[in-house]
């Protein structure tokens, strides 16, 4: 089984920055990418970023230029850095890992709000 522990929320102002951090633990080998979605109240869970095996990227098209996935292999940790934020990126932002059999591992989920 596979794990996720998510950290690295919190509040911070319009154009200010944060650094999720994505834990794995468990049967890391059978990860085939990990990724961050987000879900804001009354609006459906939507791809922020996503990184595969080889470290090949995907980003939501409001994050390109602001978003960065990165992922610490020797910690098997995933990172998101967040840049210059927007109120509208408020929203709790999810942890995923693609397992094998089209299966997705959820994390607990971790809130960021960009608020003045």
């Known amino acids: 089984q596979v794990q996720l522990v998510e950290s690295g929320g919190g509040l911070v102002q319009p154009g200010g920055s944060l650094r999720l951090s994505c834990a794995a633990s468990?049967?890391?080998?059978?990860?085939?990418?990990m990724g961050w979605y987000r879900q804001a109240p009354g609006k459906q869970r939507g791809m922020v970023a996503t990184?595969?095996?080889?470290?090949?990227?995907n980003y939501v098209d409001d994050g390109q230029g602001r978003f960065t996935i990165s992922r610490d292999n020797a910690k098997n940790t995933v990172y998101l850095q967040l840049n210059s934020l927007k109120p509208e990126d408020t929203a709790v932002y999810y942890c995923?890992?693609?397992?094998?059999?089209?299966?997705?591992?959820w994390g607990q989920g971790t809130q960021v709000t960009v608020s003045s």
């Open positions: 990184i595969t095996r080889d470290g090949s990227t």
């Open positions: 468990g049967s890391i080998s059978s990860i085939y990418a």
């Open positions: 995923s890992a693609d397992l094998p059999y089209d299966s997705r591992l």
